[in-house]
């Protein structure tokens, strides 16, 4: 029997496209905080949602290989904007707003949370949004609501595991098996994980293969 959600693992052909796709420039377009503000949907798209501290910004950065094209806040949730950024001439690339707001007022929660339904809903060249899941942690509560808002929205997520660099291999094992038991529940889970560690460089150039193969 075939394992369920497997690693992914790109061939040459697709390490290759991904590799030329980031060899482009990519630039910040715009932060958007209302949904006509948003870029004309011209080109397709990529978001990227996490918790706070799930290292978002940084492996945004790793992607693109820019050090501070995605800036982390040192506050979780501070920052309430959905920023797009540019990749190469025909990507946009789309950073959401870390969720699992502690100290972020309830109005401005609830404010995000009909954004970001609005911009799931409303996006049609909108391809895959990437979920990342601390390797320490695994998936948990915040996350699940973010699954299943995709669920309801119909738009394809992956699950990308991040900072697997700071988990000994078993009990980075032990978090995978994790988190494909949850997602396994989520209709719009695509049927395979993406390792990664930013620091080490980890599942980098796989997770820009996905990004260069999807139509």
Same mark, same amino acid.
């Given at each position: 029997?075939?394992?369920?959600?497997?690693?992914?693992?790109?061939?040459?052909?697709?390490?290759?496209?991904?590799?030329?796709?980031?060899? &482009?420039? !990519?630039?910040?377009?715009?932060?958007?905080?209302?949904?006509?503000?948003?870029?004309?949907?011209? *080109?397709?798209?990529?978001?990227?949602?996490? *918790?706070?501290?799930?290292?978002?910004?940084?492996?945004?950065?790793?992607? /693109?290989?820019?050090?501070?094209?995605? *800036?982390?806040?040192?506050?979780?949730?501070?920052?309430?904007?959905?920023?797009?950024?540019?990749?190469?001439?025909?990507?946009?690339?789309? %950073?959401?707003?870390?969720?699992?707001? +502690? @100290? +972020?007022?309830?109005? !401005?929660?609830?404010?995000?949370?009909?954004?970001?339904?609005?911009?799931?809903? &409303? *996006?049609? !060249?909108?391809?895959?949004?990437?979920?990342?899941?601390?390797?320490?942690?695994?998936?948990?509560?915040?996350?699940?609501?973010?699954? /299943?808002?995709?669920?309801?929205?119909?738009?394809?997520?992956?699950?990308?595991?991040?900072?697997? %660099?700071?988990?000994?291999?078993?009990?980075?094992? @032990?978090?995978?098996?994790?988190?494909?038991? @949850?997602?396994?529940?989520?209709?719009?889970?695509?049927?395979?994980?993406?390792?990664?560690?930013?620091?080490?460089?980890? &599942?980098?150039?796989?997770?820009?293969?996905?990004?260069? !193969?999807?139509?």
């Amino acid at each position: 029997m075939d394992l369920q959600f497997p690693i992914a693992e790109p061939d040459a052909a697709a390490l290759e496209k991904g590799r030329l796709l980031f060899a &482009g420039e !990519t630039n910040f377009l715009k932060g958007v905080v209302a949904m006509d503000g948003m870029p004309p949907d011209d *080109r397709l798209e990529v978001c990227f949602a996490g *918790r706070s501290n799930v290292g978002k910004s940084t492996l945004i950065n790793a992607l /693109t290989g820019r050090k501070a094209l995605a *800036r982390a806040s040192n506050t979780p949730g501070r920052t309430q904007e959905i920023n797009f950024f540019t990749c190469s001439d025909s990507h946009y690339l789309v %950073d959401l707003p870390g969720y699992g707001f +502690a @100290k +972020a007022p309830v109005k !401005t929660v609830e404010k995000w949370q009909r954004l970001l339904k609005a911009y799931l809903s &409303g *996006r049609a !060249t909108l391809r895959r949004a990437f979920v990342l899941i601390d390797s320490r942690h695994g998936v948990k509560e915040v996350d699940e609501e973010i699954m /299943t808002l995709l669920d309801k929205s119909a738009v394809t997520f992956q699950a990308v595991l991040t900072k697997a %660099d700071k988990v000994k291999e078993a009990e980075r094992q @032990k978090v995978i098996d994790q988190v494909r038991q @949850k997602i396994s529940k989520h209709p719009a889970a695509y049927p395979e994980l993406i390792v990664t560690s930013s620091e080490k460089g980890w &599942g980098v150039d796989v997770l820009r293969a996905v990004i260069a !193969t999807l139509v």
